[in-house]
C-alpha cells in the first residue's frame, strides 16, 4: 500500500509538471498625478468580474491587483470625487460610473475618459492593450509591459496634460478650469465624427480636425474609431503598470502640436510618444 502511495504521489507531480497553472496577470495601478485619483475597472460582457471595480488612490500610491488570464476589460482614473454631504452618494467630476459608490460594480466610464483597454491571452497567447482617447480625454496614462516573452510589449499612452488646450467646442470646464475633453462624438453627436450609420466602415470613417488634436499629441493612442495600425500593441506573458500622470508628463499648452515635438524620453527602453481606441461599446 505505502509503494501504491509512493506511485500515485510520482504521479501526480509528473501531471503537474507537464500541465503547469494558469498564471495570473499583475496590474499595477500607479497614481502620479499631483492629486487624488479614483481608479475604475470594468469587466467586457461574458467574462467573469474581478474586484475591487473602483478604489482610491492618493499621491504616490500604487495598487497591485492579479487579473485573470482571460480577462477583458478597462481601466480608468476618475478625478474631483466626493461624497453628497445631503444624500451620502459618491461621484466624480470626471470618469464618473454612476454607482454612487466608490466601487463601480459592472458599470464604465461616463465619457470623457482617457481608457486603458486590454484583452489578456487572446489570439495567439497574446496580450492586446492599448490607451483610447475615443471616448474623450481627462487623465495622462501610461501602460508599461513588464517581462513579456514575445509580441512586441511596447509602451503606448497619452503623456500630455490635454485640458488646458482643449478645443473649446470639446471642453468639459469646473468654474474656469478646464477638467476634461470630450470626442467630438460626443459634443456633436453627428455620424461623421461617430464612425456610425454611413459612416461606420474603415472606408467612410477619417480622421476629423479634432480626433487630430488627441493623435498630434498623443500618437500611440487611439484617437478616433478605426485607429488601430499604429494604436493596439501585443504582449505575452507580461504583467503591466498602469500609471496616471506618469513622469516626465507636461501641460499641452507649452508644447507644439507639430510632429517633430512629440517624442518623450525612454521608459524603459521602449521610445514614448506624447499627447490614438477602438469603437466604445
Known amino acids: 500500500m505505502d509503494r501504491l502511495l509512493i506511485i500515485l504521489s510520482l504521479l501526480l507531480i509528473i501531471s503537474f509538471s507537464l500541465f503547469p497553472e494558469v498564471q495570473s496577470t499583475t496590474f499595477k495601478i500607479v497614481n502620479k498625478c499631483h492629486h487624488t485619483v479614483w481608479p475604475g475597472i470594468l469587466t467586457g460582457a461574458d467574462r467573469a468580474p474581478v474586484n475591487p471595480t473602483g478604489f482610491v488612490l492618493k499621491t504616490g500610491k500604487s495598487k497591485t491587483i492579479k487579473m485573470p488570464r482571460g480577462w477583458s476589460g478597462r481601466v480608468w482614473g476618475r478625478t474631483l470625487c466626493s461624497n453628497d454631504p445631503s444624500t451620502g452618494k459618491f461621484t466624480c467630476l470626471t470618469g464618473d460610473c454612476g454607482s454612487g459608490k466608490v466601487e463601480c460594480a459592472g458599470a464604465g466610464a461616463i465619457p470623457p475618459a482617457s481608457l486603458a483597454e486590454f484583452t489578456l491571452n487572446g489570439d495567439q497567447g497574446l496580450d492586446f492593450y492599448d490607451v483610447s482617447l475615443v471616448d474623450g480625454y481627462n487623465l495622462p496614462m501610461l501602460i508599461v509591459a513588464k517581462g513579456g516573452t514575445r509580441g512586441g510589449c511596447s ?8 485640458n488646458g488646450a482643449c478645443p473649446r467646442d470639446l471642453r468639459v470646464a469646473s468654474g474656469s478650469e478646464s477638467i476634461g475633453c470630450k470626442s467630438a462624438c460626443l459634443a456633436f453627436n453627428d455620424p461623421i465624427y461617430c464612425c456610425s450609420e454611413a459612416y461606420n ?13 488627441f493623435k498630434h499629441a498623443c500618437p500611440r493612442s487611439y484617437s478616433y474609431a478605426y485607429d488601430d495600425k499604429t ?8 504583467d503591466y503598470l498602469i500609471i496616471f500622470c506618469p513622469l516626465p508628463y507636461t501641460s499641452m499648452k ?3 502640436l507639430r510632429k517633430d515635438s512629440a517624442e518623450l524620453p525612454l521608459v524603459n527602453k521602449t521610445m514614448v510618444y506624447i499627447g490614438r481606441h477602438h469603437r466604445s461599446g
Open 231 to 238: 494604436s493596439t500593441f501585443t504582449c505575452a506573458s507580461a
Open 201 to 213: 466602415t474603415p472606408d467612410t470613417c477619417h480622421p476629423s480636425s479634432y480626433s487630430l488634436f
Open 254 to 256: 507649452v508644447l507644439s
Open 155 to 162: 509602451a503606448t499612452g497619452c503623456l500630455v496634460d490635454l
